[in-house]
């Protein structure tokens, strides 16, 4: 029995020998370790390596031989018994034993400052609700526009007044002399109006057979970049489809820092929640469209006035903008959007004698003549749209120093990303070619009411897009593929496209709804 025990101690030591002795080196032990992300702690240099007596692949630290609580062996059998043991650990401090505290600080300063808001889905789905299609992030970046599929745009009906750009505006307001955003609370904003409530649409009934506003197109376009929840409602009557939103809809609200994807409720109690400073937001973006304009100027020829104005309305209180009514066209799709234009100025033309073909017909020549004479309003003014940036926590925008707006729009880009593109794809569709960044900050930072404009950055909306990275070939093939799917049902039917909370890869992001046709019905008697 002995003998038998001896031998057994000595096989035993035979395989720590070997154990022991047959260790990765230095090299084999850093490229093992250095993949593994998720690792608590890894060797830092070959040293570190060279003077390691056991390292553990599974949970990947080093571990002291003499300390039996915290030994581990290599032995690929004693898994389970080593994952069971660290589930035991309960209060094991991961940065206190594995993680150096000072590498963890000094990742966290290059983090951008982020709050955190408590938000939940914007619906919750009946019992009644037929489930069409379900997208997912990467079944939604899968969609792509057939590159056969010519995208096409023409301007129907241009409603309101558009008044010129003030001019030397980007040299009166800057860091150097900041203008306080003048209040228009008085003021009537129409913007909010929905795709059913406008009659300048029923007008144009026979010129599409999809209808819908700029800020649905967008929030659809975008849905891929979209963390916050929405939900919209599409009616399909006969060969029409109208995609509207509800009213007091969260479409309607401008977010800020809405690319922060981890909900809290630590602000809930102050002017900085969520909805406030959506709220603040949205009121800045709608007085900033009437400070930039010059009222003593010559408006815009447009087709007519602002479509939502009836004759009790106080002129004084009207807004000053116009009314896109634009057509686009993808094959047997023909998509009118309502599209809002803040202002128009001069346009710079842009010629390029390279492109031009020196060598031309007289028909040609006849042609480009016409074309000129047709296009003549169109070709001396340019539409620009103006939106703002604002900032609540810190007055940054202020900063004076050389390079500091290339900086905000790097910080803006990543807090504000989802916004940004939203601005891109309502220029885009509008056919802008050129927009306005107004940055915004607050005079006191414990007030939202009182705000001050720091300048502006120009730029143009194909670069816009560009560096947000929005591809228009997915943006329309989402589009497109929803359409398909509501025009698979032969009869009338009511639908709800939600998107739900998030942006996780393998989770629901984008779902159909088939809704019964009293649904909204039942929904607008109990509001």
């Known amino acids: 029995m002995n003998s038998f025990n001896k031998e057994e101690e000595e096989e035993k030591i035979k395989e720590d020998t070997f154990l022991i002795e047959n260790l990765p080196g230095a090299k084999e032990m850093l490229s093992l370790a250095l993949p593994n992300i998720n690792c608590l702690y890894y060797p830092f240099s070959s040293n570190e390596c060279q003077n390691l007596k056991v390292f553990d692949f599974v949970s990947q630290k080093n571990v002291n031989e003499s300390d039996n609580n915290n030994f581990v062996s290599i032995d690929i059998k004693n898994v389970p018994n080593q994952q069971k043991a660290k589930k035991n650990k309960k209060n094991q401090n991961f940065n206190n034993n594995n993680v150096p505290k000072k590498n963890v600080q000094q990742k966290n300063q290059y983090l951008p400052p982020q ?24 079944r939604l970046e899968k969609i792509v526009l057939n590159k056969e599929v010519k995208i096409t745009a023409e301007n ?60 649905i197109m967008s929030v659809i376009m975008t849905s891929v970049y979209s963390s916050h929840p929405w939900h919209l409602k599409i009616k399909k009557l006969g060969d029409n489809i109208y995609i509207d ?43 900033i469209k009437e400070q930039i304009i010059d009222l003593n100027s010559e408006p815009y020829n447009c087709d007519g006035p ?21 057509v686009w066209k993808l094959d047997n799709l023909k998509i009118l959007i309502r599209c809002q234009v803040h202002s128009y100025q001069e346009k710079v033309e842009e010629i390029n004698v390279a492109e031009k073909n020196i060598i031309s017909s007289d028909e040609d020549e006849e042609e480009e003549e016409e074309d000129e004479e047709k296009n003549e309003n169109e ?100 589009f497109k593929d929803i359409i398909d799917f509501v025009k698979q049902t032969k009869e009338d039917s009511s639908f709800i496209l939600m998107k739900t909370l ?10 159909l709804y088939n809704v019964p046709e009293t649904y909204f019905e039942n929904l607008e008697e109990e509001e």
């Open 379 to 478: 070709s001396k003014y340019e539409f620009i749209n103006v939106y703002a940036l604002n900032e609540f926590d810190k007055n940054s925008y202020l900063n004076k120093e050389t390079g500091a707006v290339t900086s905000i729009l790097k910080k803006e880009l990543i807090n504000n990303h989802l916004k940004l593109t939203k601005w891109g794809v309502n220029c885009y569709l509008a056919g802008i070619e050129k927009l306005k960044l107004a940055f915004v900050t607050r005079k006191n930072l414990k007030d939202n009411n009182n705000h001050l404009i720091s300048g502006f950055y120009n730029i143009k909306t194909k670069e816009l897009l560009k560096i947000t990275n929005f591809n228009p070939s997915i943006a329309w093939g989402i």
């Open 245 to 287: 939103k509800m009213d007091n809809s969260e479409i309607d609200l401008v977010t800020v820092n809405e690319s922060d994807e981890t909900p809290s409720d630590e602000l809930d109690n102050n002017i900085n929640n969520y909805k406030r400073l959506a709220i603040e937001a949205t009121l800045i973006n709608e007085f």
């Open 156 to 215: 129907k009906l241009i409603l309101g007044k558009i008044y010129n750009l003030i001019e030397d505006i980007d040299s009166k307001i800057n860091v150097f002399n900041p203008a306080t955003l003048n209040n228009y609370e008085n003021m009537k904003f129409f913007g909010n109006v929905s795709t059913l409530e406008d009659n300048s649409m029923k007008e144009l009934i026979n010129e599409a057979n999809v209808f819908l506003t700029d800020k």
């Open 502 to 511: 998030g942006t996780t890869t393998a989770k629901s992001m984008l779902k």
């Open 115 to 138: 709050p955190k808001f408590k938000v939940s889905q914007s619906i919750n789905p009946d019992s009644t609700w037929k489930i069409i299609v379900d997208y997912n992030k990467l």
């Open 306 to 326: 602002n479509p939502f104005v009836d004759e009790d309305t106080n002129p004084e209180q009207i807004e000053h903008l116009g009314y896109v009514y634009r």
